[in-house]
């Protein structure tokens, strides 16, 4: 494992910053000897067709990496959230699966074997949230800390995939000096499953946003786990403005959930006088910032309405713009009210993000299904 003393904890501000925030720390994870049970793929040469693969998407939220996955030709059986709100939007966009709303500790392993019946499932994929991650949390099975990603745990053991992927905030790697990524990693061993985590960053995939991950990669195949190889750098990202100009000056149209708070007058004068890179307020670091034109987005969270200006218009970015930013198609729409609509893309990991790492799998997959 990785010397919990050499990792540092990355802060940044900026496009330019952004872009380089976690280059260290993905850099000491790369090169590091304990965490080397990995390889790239290069999944441009990969096609999306349909396969025989099935998944399961664990606190799915609004779907984006399921939507990646079903890109990458897997088919979907099964989500879990809890958030009604995106779970209306899931079975909106995604009515040929089955989809369990509510607390995933309610889903029992019987209720589980009955809704995949007789599929195998190939991958269990998903992103517990962090919040309150300790290593005592985890090594206790009776802690309620951690009990989320116990539940991950769980599923995975009851459904035994041959590939885990799970997801979750470049930070989880840095709590309490690398020890929590530690325990989790030992916890899937202890499943039967070789893990691995890399640091991944959207815009090297093709998306218009920076938006950074850490990714961590399963197999009990007896193989290395496989993470898509970068395609884009910096000289060559996709900028925000190729992704979302043709909206700007489109009217409001909740059809297709472009819409956006509304300001007052005097918010919108206070908004013009906002340079790119700067915040309409000191004290926020990750909302309010106008962006810069001709570069990716910089990481588009969803803050109570306060989500990024436009590189152009004296207002925030639409719903579809956002959504635009996360590669979710236009005709993917999300349910609920404008903000619960903001909240859901704000929270989604990148569809073309995951599409990419589901590629990385199922050529993996393809080659052990050949030798066979």
Not at 126 to 139: H, K, N, T
Request: aromatic share 10%; with cysteine; net charge positive.
């Amino acid at each position: 494992m990785t010397n919990p003393t050499t990792i540092k904890k990355c802060n940044g501000n900026g496009t330019k910053d952004a872009i380089s925030r976690y280059s260290g720390l993905k850099a000491q994870f790369d090169n590091n000897l304990f965490n080397n049970h990995w390889f790239e793929v290069d999944t441009k040469k990969i096609k999306g067709k349909k396969t025989d693969f099935n998944f399961v998407d664990l606190f799915s939220g609004a779907g984006g990496l399921s939507l990646g996955f079903k890109q990458a030709g897997f088919n979907k059986i099964l989500s879990v959230e809890i958030d009604d709100d995106a779970s209306e939007t899931i079975r909106q966009n995604f009515p040929e699966s089955f989809h369990f709303e509510g607390k995933i500790e309610d889903l029992t392993d019987d209720k589980i074997l009955e809704i995949v019946g007789d599929k195998t499932i190939h991958v269990v994929a998903g992103g517990p949230p962090c919040q309150g991650f300790s290593v005592a949390g985890l090594r206790n099975p009776h802690d309620p800390r951690n009990q989320l990603f116990k539940e991950f745990a769980r599923v995975v053991n009851v459904l035994k995939p041959s590939y885990v992927v799970l997801e979750n905030v470049p930070g989880i790697l840095t709590m309490q000096d690398g020890q929590v990524y530690q325990e989790i990693i030992r916890q899937f061993g202890v499943l039967g499953y070789q893990m691995s985590v890399r640091i991944l960053e959207a815009a090297t995939f093709g998306a218009p946003q920076l938006r950074t991950r850490a990714v961590f990669v399963g197999n009990r195949i007896g193989s290395k786990n496989p993470y898509p190889q970068e395609q884009y750098s910096r000289g060559n990202y996709v900028s925000i403005d190729s992704a979302i100009d043709d909206l700007k000056d489109l009217p409001p149209d909740p059809s297709i959930n472009h819409e956006w708070t509304k300001h007052s007058k005097k918010m919108e004068e206070r908004i013009a006088k906002v340079p790119p890179g700067g915040s309409l307020y000191d004290t926020f670091r990750d909302a309010w910032k106008r962006q810069y034109k001709g570069v990716p987005s910089m990481t588009a969270k969803e803050n109570h309405g306060g989500v990024h200006i436009h590189y152009e218009k004296n207002r925030v970015i639409s719903a579809r713009e956002l959504a635009r930013l996360q590669t979710f198609p236009d005709d993917f729409i999300f349910a609920g009210t404008m903000k619960r609509a903001y909240w859901q893309i704000g929270n989604a990991v990148p569809c073309v993000l995951g599409k990419n790492i589901a590629l990385a799998v199922r050529s993996e997959m393809e080659k052990c299904k050949e030798k066979e």
